[in-house]
């Protein structure tokens, strides 16, 4: 099941610099009343942590014809307004105050404008040659800030400036149409409000614009339409709370070996309204769009597998609508790509380079993720990076071609951190560019001479720097305000490193511990986990991960937390990942089994007589696997949403393979067969309108358990999705804390 994370991917790469280890205790600690409760609340106020730290999280915007971008200023003294930064000459200058640019905004609207925080933005052309223009959205309403005459003006909704800011709106390239999403179906528009053409979707049948959907030239547009009718179908029921009158609506879930959605792209012309149909990839796979070639002479498409084995290249004539195969890739033995493919990766798998001859491909053929160079024969020219570290990104490239920008972990002491490098197209050594370890958020500038740094660590706020790509030290134009956080003494989380149950695979994880701990003291233990080969959830900046900041809430009710990535998860080798490949459930607690008392070895004040296991989603799945492959040593488990191994087929297939060719290792991971195992205290939790675990995950297991005669507890919230939204996500969050304190005890 995919994660609901779009609520923590704003602060994703953000940084703050914890104060010193706690000697007394916070404002938030516990207070006369009920204990529990204080504990709740101080828990509480450590999840949420992220919410006292101010800093600047919209991306910078590079000029497109110099070497200068503007950022909004969430902090510092140019507060709630834009700077213009010039890389050469290493300037900081306001476009407007924040007082003008206030008093401007209320006269245009009759009112007073309160700013936000953070404000996004984007930049467009100006009136005149080479201007540009700020464009943003307060109150429902579009506004353009001139960067040349610095005056705020109002934009009617038409305006082809306003469009971008649209999620609906894609643009043409010479910005006077733009396509739409209208519901089911789209529409190509002009800016005069006119519709040029339009084709209406149904039910089940559906009409997507894809990213990068124009041709260059604007002449030609490619559309999706994803047909989901023949896919299975699970249903999600109104529990109608005011009225009582239910009501159930089916939504397309491709479950495993069910039909999977069909996606037909087609190829428009709106100036002819000629609609045509592109030749769809043999057999079931999963499609992307992937852009166009920078002549505009052929789109280019990604097919992966069902079985995630191959992966395909095809490039589309747009005027003919012929296809024809660049590049495959197979690996038989594993999977070329997974659920991390196709949430994101699919993006980065291909960068053509302006000699319009050759593209940049990302592959792990060689046992880790690297950049590979290819014509549009599908020749390979050359590996362009090798060793043992993958390259997670290619930022850009410089216009000459002559040198490629990445983010990779090639530094040995830092695996997971993610690093700018430079390398060159002819092959060689990288050369790094980052003087700093941690995590990195790069925005290149368009000459490729300049780019924008915002990095962290666990103990370091984010900070912004500017750097050249020549190389040489960077300055520094923002960074994060943490002095909020001094009232909750927050103090990093301890690094760990265990070896895997085989007894030779380094892996890397943290705990937390309570802001009052005392080394004197035994704690009950938690195991905070996701694990599966589906993402990493160990902290490398100080937010960190969903996981992180449960385990660190958690440990505040007086509990050690772990966080751990064990073999299976991304971000290291193919080796690493592939460590659970067609065995998915089988590897992972054990890993988790060994780093656990591995790390209980030497800190007497973990109490392994009381350990527990919390995860949410496919950490769910992992919790009551913990619970029933391991109940000797997990004496309580909370699963959350938890997932099942027969769910979404992108999910399991790629990782298992298909249930026809590896039925056996999808009946060792299922956690329904081993009910009879459980021996400790079991709660599950689910939403009824889950559309990412389905509700029936949940039902199997507790039918398994009551058939065993097994002890559970279970809490149903009605119309909550995957994720539990509102109150009832504070609900779920005081469930699961209050549940561990009662089986587990606290510290004695």
Not at 163 to 191: C, I, K, N, Y
Not at 492 to 520: I, Q, R
Not at 556 to 567: C, I, S, T
Request: net charge neutral; with cysteine.
């Amino acid at each position: 099941m995919r994660r609901c994370v779009v609520f923590v991917f704003m602060f994703a790469w953000l940084g703050c610099q914890p104060p010193t280890t706690a000697t007394r205790p916070p404002t938030t600690a516990p207070a006369q009343g009920d204990p529990l409760q204080a504990r709740l609340e101080v828990a509480e106020k450590y999840y949420r942590f992220i919410e006292r730290i101010r800093d600047t999280l919209v991306a910078p915007r590079w000029l497109p014809d110099r070497d200068q971008f503007v950022y909004w200023s969430a902090v510092g003294p140019h507060r709630g307004t834009w700077v213009l930064v010039d890389a050469q000459q290493r300037t900081r200058v306001p476009v407007l105050s924040s007082d003008v640019l206030q008093a401007e905004l209320s006269a245009l609207v009759g009112q007073k404008m309160e700013l936000p925080e953070n404000l996004d933005f984007v930049l467009a052309p100006g009136v005149a040659p080479d201007s540009h223009r700020i464009v943003f959205q307060l109150q429902g309403r579009s506004f353009a800030l001139g960067l040349s005459d610095r005056h705020v003006v109002a934009l009617a909704p038409t305006d082809r400036a306003a469009w971008m800011l649209s999620a609906s709106h894609h643009v043409s390239p010479e910005g006077r149409t733009a396509a739409v999403q209208r519901g089911s179906g789209f529409a190509v528009v002009d800016s005069e409000g006119g519709t040029l053409l339009e084709r209406s979707g149904e039910e089940n049948y559906e009409w997507q614009i894809p990213e990068r959907a124009w041709s260059p030239d604007g002449r030609f547009l490619m559309v999706w339409r994803q047909d989901t009718r023949g896919v299975h179908k699970t249903p999600i029921v109104d529990y109608a709370y005011a009225t009582g009158i239910e009501r159930v609506k089916m939504v397309p879930y491709s479950k495993v070996g069910t039909p999977l959605r069909r996606s037909e792209l087609y190829v428009v012309e709106p100036a002819t309204r000629r609609v045509t149909l592109v030749p769809p990839a043999p057999g079931e796979t999963y499609d992307w769009f992937a852009g166009f070639r920078p002549d505009g002479s052929e789109a280019l498409v990604l097919h992966l597998s069902r079985d995630g084995k191959r992966l395909e290249l095809s490039a589309v004539e747009p005027g003919a609508g012929k296809t024809r195969l660049v590049l495959r890739e197979d690996r038989s033995e594993s999977f070329v790509g997974a659920l991390d493919f196709a949430e994101n990766g699919w993006s980065l798998q291909v960068t053509p380079l302006d000699d319009n001859k050759r593209f940049l491909w990302m592959s792990e053929r060689d046992g880790f993720r690297h950049v590979y160079l290819y014509d549009y024969a599908g020749t390979l020219e050359r590996q362009v990076t090798s060793g043992p570290f993958p390259v997670h990104r290619v930022l850009g490239v410089t216009p000459k071609a002559d040198a490629i920008f990445l983010l990779a972990s090639a530094e040995s002491a830092a695996p997971y951190d993610r690093l700018l490098y430079r390398a060159s197209l002819a092959g060689g050594d990288l050369k790094r560019l980052s003087p700093d370890l941690g995590m990195h958020r790069i925005t290149l500038a368009p000459s490729g001479r300049y780019y924008t740094d915002g990095h962290s660590t666990r103990v370091k706020p984010r900070v912004w720097d500017v750097g050249s790509t020549e190389g040489g030290a960077p300055f520094r134009y923002a960074e994060a305000d943490t002095t909020a956080l001094a009232e909750l003494h927050l103090s990093p989380p301890e690094p760990l490193t265990v070896l895997a149950a085989d007894g030779a695979t380094e892996l890397h994880g943290v705990l937390y511990k309570p802001w009052d701990f005392d080394p004197k003291k035994h704690y009950p233990v938690l195991d905070v986990i996701y694990a599966g080969p589906w993402m990493s959830v160990v902290p490398w900046s100080f937010v960190g991960t969903e996981e992180s900041r449960w385990a660190n809430s958690l440990s505040q009710m007086g509990f050690v937390a772990m966080v751990l990535d064990a073999r299976g998860t991304p971000g290291r080798s193919k080796a690493f990942q592939d460590a659970n490949y067609g065995r998915v459930g089988q590897t992972e607690i054990p890993d988790h089994v060994a780093a656990l008392r591995q790390a209980a070895a030497t800190r007497p004040y973990m109490d392994m007589s009381r350990v527990g296991i919390y995860g949410h989603s496919w950490g769910g799945y992992f919790a009551l696997r913990g619970m029933l492959t391991a109940p000797e040593l997990f004496k309580a488990g909370y699963a959350g949403a938890p997932g099942a191994l027969e769910e979404e087929a992108v999910i399991m297939e790629p990782n298992l393979g298909l249930v026809s060719e590896n039925r056996a290792g999808y009946e060792a991971g299922s956690n329904v067969s081993l009910a009879r195992n459980l021996r400790g205290a079991l709660k599950m939790m689910h939403g009824t309108s889950d559309v990412n675990a389905t509700v029936s995950t949940t039902m199997r297991m507790a039918e398994a358990l009551i058939r065993e005669g097994k002890p559970f507890e279970l809490l149903i919230m009605p119309g909550q999705p995957h994720s539990p939204e509102g109150k009832a996500f504070q609900y779920y969050k005081d469930d699961v804390h209050r549940f561990f304190v009662k089986e587990l005890g606290g510290p004695r």
